[in-house]
């Protein structure tokens, strides 16, 4: 069981640790061996643990990230399944150890020794990409982007900037702290980190990743719609940005200074330029849009045109009659629907103490059939009174002093009998 103290020692442990080791790298593969415990001991705790502190994530991760700055760890991380842990973690944990974890994953990918394990993770059915997507819209999400309601380009001036952002650009203080707020949204971010990651995969090791996943076939499948509408975004992140420094420029020199013809003139091309290739990005997601839409209605047709092939009336009649055969001839079928039957009026009952009664109401379309060879008795308390009946006289009676003579005769003929 791990308490709160044992949180609180582990933390500054690591961080001593991390110090530690850039004196003596002896104690590597032991610091290695303590962050891979502590790290499966958080992805499955036990009942009794204590809340786990993302403080101490960080800084278990920062022990590993030292490791794979010093370059001796590296080896005995990729060995141990270090990688498929941090993975494992980025998925589940909070936003501030995504961005510790994914600053570590870029440095141990630089080599490309890595990227075997990430492109063949997967949990619950996620994979890679469209968990490096997740981030980064999460990310927008919290800083405050402008995009449409599926994700893509909204503002073509400031496509990746956010709300605070915004306000430090148009801030007129002359002691503002941000003197480049487009390059100070980078630092403590996720999105740099994932654009980096894309690269390294896709582009600087892609030899790497095209021998891999021709063995493991796990990497190049079709995104979702919304992955690639984020995707075209994320693969142009560091473009995306020169163009708000270009922008940020701008308003800078507008501001303090009075430019030169050429520079102004220089300046306001770049940024023209930067605002027509922005809406190329914004088409190619909106393409995008549409292919799904297509696809949706195709889907659509293609059913109905299988509805319309697979005649279904005269299927169902043809079921029908087979199930007909079937409930008259085979015993076992019939066997089998008399017990649904039972156990369908046995629900219905509810046993109440004697001498209660009830009268259950059955469903309308159960299919009941009688049950011979039992015994219903009925106790009742009303009792009826029987009439004398007289026997039918073949004769009319018309008047009543006639059916009384008719009576005296039969009496008289029954005697004489």
């Not at 975004?233 to 308003?251: H, P, R, T």
């Not at 009830?358 to 039992?374: D, E, L, S």
């Amino acid at each position: 069981m791990l308490t709160q103290d044992d949180m609180y020692i582990l933390e500054h442990a690591f961080y001593f640790i991390s110090t530690i080791l850039h004196k003596s790298t002896d104690i590597i593969p032991a610091s290695l061996d303590l962050c891979l415990k502590y790290l499966q001991r958080y992805l499955e705790p036990l009942p009794r643990d204590h809340i786990h502190d993302p403080k101490v994530q960080i800084s278990a991760v920062g022990l590993i990230w030292v490791n794979i700055e010093l370059g001796d760890g590296i080896k005995k991380i990729i060995n141990t399944g270090l990688v498929y842990v941090m993975l494992d973690i980025l998925n589940k944990t909070v936003f501030p150890v995504k961005i510790v974890i994914l600053g570590a994953l870029v440095d141990l990918c630089d080599t490309g020794a890595c990227i075997p394990h990430l492109i063949t993770w997967r949990k619950h059915g996620k994979k890679l990409l469209p968990l490096l997507m997740e981030i980064f819209r999460e990310e927008s999400l919290k800083l405050g982007v402008k995009t449409g309601p599926n994700g893509e380009i909204d503002d073509l001036n400031y496509p990746i900037m956010g709300s605070q952002q915004k306000l430090e650009i148009s801030c007129n203080c002359e002691d503002r702290k941000i003197t480049n707020p487009s390059i100070s949204d980078m630092h403590g971010s996720c999105r740099p980190k994932i654009y980096a990651l894309i690269q390294l995969i896709e582009k600087h090791h892609n030899d790497i990743t095209t021998i891999s996943n021709e063995t493991y076939r796990l990497y190049n499948e079709e995104l979702s719609t919304e992955d690639q509408i984020t995707m075209i975004v994320a693969d142009n992140y560091l473009d995306l940005k020169i163009a708000e420094a270009w922008q940020e420029l701008e308003m800078e020199l507008s501001k303090k200074f009075k430019c030169f013809y050429p520079d102004k003139f220089l300046i306001q091309t770049i940024n023209e330029r930067n605002k027509k290739w922005i809406l190329q990005l914004q088409i190619a997601q909106k393409e995008c849009l549409r292919r799904k839409k297509e696809k949706e209605i195709m889907e659509e047709f293609n059913f109905y045109q299988e509805l319309k092939d697979c005649h279904l009336q005269p299927a169902l009649q043809a079921i029908k009659e087979i199930k007909r055969q079937a409930r008259t001839t085979e015993r076992m079928f019939r066997l089998s629907g008399k017990l649904t039957q039972k156990y369908e009026v046995k629900k219905t009952e509810t046993p109440l103490p004697e001498p209660s009664s009830y009268h259950a109401t059955y469903m309308k379309n159960i299919n009941v059939n009688p049950v011979f060879g039992h015994e219903i008795s009925i106790n009742s308390k009303i009792k009826h009174e029987i009439p004398c009946v007289r026997p039918v006289s073949p004769c009319q009676c018309i008047d009543r002093n006639l059916y009384l003579d008719c009576d005296d005769v039969l009496s008289e003929n029954s005697e004489k009998c």
